[in-house]
């Protein structure tokens, strides 16, 4: 049960990054990176992304998630492994 619960959380997170990545990435094309500041590109950013506050916040909160829940399943599939070799 906790696998299946941890796969779901596992694609949820992946799922938040995702969403997180395009409502603070800027949709419109703009040339020349190279020229502009990086506190320039940051005011850009807030100004032209669909939801900039709100998709950084899923973007690393889905991250830190994707991260814990990967160890989580790691884990239970080692020990799993560990389970079956000792009751062979």
Do not use: H
Request: net charge positive; hydrophobic share 50%; glycine share 8%.
């Amino acid at each position: 049960m906790g696998s299946k619960i941890g796969r779901f959380i596992w694609v949820l997170s992946i799922v938040v990054t995702i969403v997180g990545l395009f409502l603070q990435t800027i949709l419109i094309p703009m040339q020349d990176f190279d020229t502009i500041s990086d506190e320039e590109l940051k005011r850009i950013q807030m100004e032209v992304a669909i939801n900039y506050p709100l998709g950084r916040a899923m973007l690393y909160g889905g991250l830190i998630v994707f991260f814990c829940s990967s160890v989580y399943l790691i884990v239970m599939f080692i020990r799993r492994l560990v389970t079956k070799k000792v009751g062979e």
